[in-house]
């Protein structure tokens, strides 16, 4: 039968900030993102539902746990008498809530809109039960495929760490040098306010991905000082260091290596460049070992925090002890490496793939149950 939302659960809400919740504890509160905390009590006994009623994730609808509460963004969802929890929590995963949101900066959604909508179901207890397993088993089936691809992917992704452990272990014939003595080091780019000026694309901290590359896309371009750039114009091979503007969760000091053989590029002063002239393999050598020495935790050690903004001490980070291969070695260690990023490249892809369509098929398999 057709009936509103409104008629066959109720809603609660949540007044918990984040500073009120604790780093550990015996009962979890739940954030869009995961567990946000802990707390000494829980506000919802019996298992529940929760739906993203505030900021990024709005309309999305999970089940929760027994003896465990939401933080103040999510919104409490409580079947009425006569309908089952789970067949409740796959009506409202049927339909797209986010589509009643109000406001920009914070976008929100209220259960006094969207519990007017018009939806169909049964309320055959019986049926709802028949339902409910036949989408549980379903779901398992598509969650266990999921689950397949991000092990893969963790798998690769140690691999890799394992191997870049071992290829940057010295060996007999390597010479140690300060990573200063073997690059050239640029300051990033001050916009200014002297003509003549010219239009270029200036890399940010936002271009930097979670895998150590660059992303063009989201590139800005600025009208800058003619001078200012002739002296800071990326060339291939260019080390771009981020050196300001971190965390402790996510520290300074990634590198990544411009790739571009053409077109205007500079970069911005929350970053550095390391610059090895006329030697593009020790240049790549040097992103590898910077990567290692990263993903090591070195980069953390040289942080400090001013106002807020988290920096890397650049000139401690410039005296690091660098073990630079023979030049076969170089070539064997880059290759090796560079096989390894293609494989975790094409993995990421299966995974985002694979994501894709079992969301869509769970999406497919609701809509054909309560359309």
């Known amino acids: 039968k057709e009936v509103a939302i409104k008629e066959i659960c109720t809603k609660g809400s949540s007044s918990l900030k984040q500073k009120e919740l604790l780093p550990e504890g015996k009962y979890p509160v739940y954030g869009a993102s995961g567990i946000a905390g802990y707390l000494d009590t829980f506000h919802q006994e019996s298992n529940y539902i929760g739906i993203v009623k505030d900021g990024s994730g709005i309309g999305r609808v999970a089940?929760?746990?027994?003896?465990?509460s939401l933080i103040g963004t999510m919104q409490y969802i409580l079947p009425k008498k006569g309908f089952s929890i789970r067949y409740i929590g796959y009506c409202l995963q049927s339909l797209d809530l986010s589509k009643y949101k109000q406001g920009a900066a914070i976008p929100h959604i209220y259960f006094r809109d969207y519990g007017e909508r018009i939806i169909k179901v049964t309320d055959d207890l019986s049926e709802q039960r028949s339902i409910v397993s036949r989408l549980d088993a379903a779901f398992a089936h598509i969650d266990a495929l999921k689950?397949?691809?991000?092990?893969?992917l963790a798998e690769a992704r140690q691999l890799f760490q394992a191997k870049l452990s071992e290829c940057m272990k010295p060996k007999e014939g390597w010479e140690e040098k300060k990573l200063g003595e073997v690059c050239e080091t640029l300051n990033g780019l001050w916009k200014g306010n002297k003509p003549p000026f010219v239009?270029?694309?200036v890399i940010r901290n936002a271009n930097f991905t979670k895998d150590f590359t660059l992303r063009y896309d989201n590139v800005e371009y600025l009208d800058v000082e003619e001078k200012q750039y002739a002296k800071r114009k990326l060339q291939k091979g260019d080390l771009i260091i981020e050196k300001s503007g971190g965390s402790e969760k996510?520290?300074?000091?990634?590198?990544?290596?411009f790739d571009k053989e053409d077109g205007e590029f500079s970069f911005s002063n929350f970053t550095s460049v390391l610059r090895v002239k006329n030697d593009i393999l020790l240049s790549r050598f040097l992103y590898t070992y910077l990567l290692f020495i990263y993903k090591r935790g070195d980069t953390l050690k040289m942080q400090?925090?001013?106002t807020g903004i988290h920096n890397i001490e650049f000139d401690k980070f410039l005296n690091i002890d660098i073990p630079i291969p023979t030049f076969a070695q170089q070539y064997s260690i880059v290759s090796r490496m560079d096989a390894l990023s293609a494989n975790i490249k094409k993995l990421e892809e299966v995974q985002r793939k694979t994501l894709a369509e079992c969301d869509a098929l769970k999406q497919a398999m609701l809509r054909e149950v309560f359309e």
Do not use: I
């Open 63 to 68: 089940f929760y746990p027994e003896k465990t």
């Open 147 to 152: 689950a397949n691809a991000e092990k893969q």
């Open 199 to 201: 239009n270029v694309g």
């Open 250 to 257: 996510q520290p300074v000091g990634r590198a990544v290596m």
């Open 304 to 306: 400090k925090a001013t």
